[in-house]
C-alpha cells in the first residue's frame, strides 16, 4: 500500500485517515486526498510515502461536521486491515447484466 492508495479509498469512502509518523507528528488524509501534517513548521526532513511504509496503526474515521444528532466514530485499523481496505475500494465493480 502506498500514499496515492491510501488517498483513493479516503475519497471514494469519505473518510479522513490519519497515521502517526516516526517523529512523533501525525499525518491526515482527508476526504479530498491532501495528504497533511498538521505540525509541520518547515520544510520536512522526512519522506512521507517512508514513513507511511513504516506505519503500522491507522485511524480511520467519518468525515464531515459531527451534528448534535450524529456522532464522529472514529475506528482503530492495522496495517493489515486498511491494505485490505484499500484493496477492496481499487477493485472495479462489475455491472450485473445479461450478454
Known amino acids: 500500500m502506498n500514499l496515492s492508495d491510501l488517498r483513493k479509498v479516503s475519497v471514494k469512502k469519505h473518510l479522513r485517515i490519519r497515521f ?16 497533511q501534517v498538521p505540525a509541520l513548521r ?23 461536521e459531527a451534528t448534535s444528532k450524529t456522532k464522529r466514530v472514529s475506528q482503530r485499523y492495522t496495517r493489515d486491515e486498511i491494505t485490505s481496505l484499500a484493496g477492496a475500494s481499487s477493485q472495479p465493480a462489475h455491472d450485473e447484466h445479461e450478454d
Open 20 to 35: 502517526s509518523l516516526s517523529n512523533g507528528m501525525e499525518c491526515i488524509v482527508n476526504e479530498h486526498g491532501v495528504a
Open 42 to 64: 518547515a520544510v520536512p526532513s522526512f519522506n512521507l510515502e517512508d514513513e507511511l511504509a513504516g506505519a503500522q496503526a491507522f485511524i480511520v474515521e467519518p468525515a464531515g
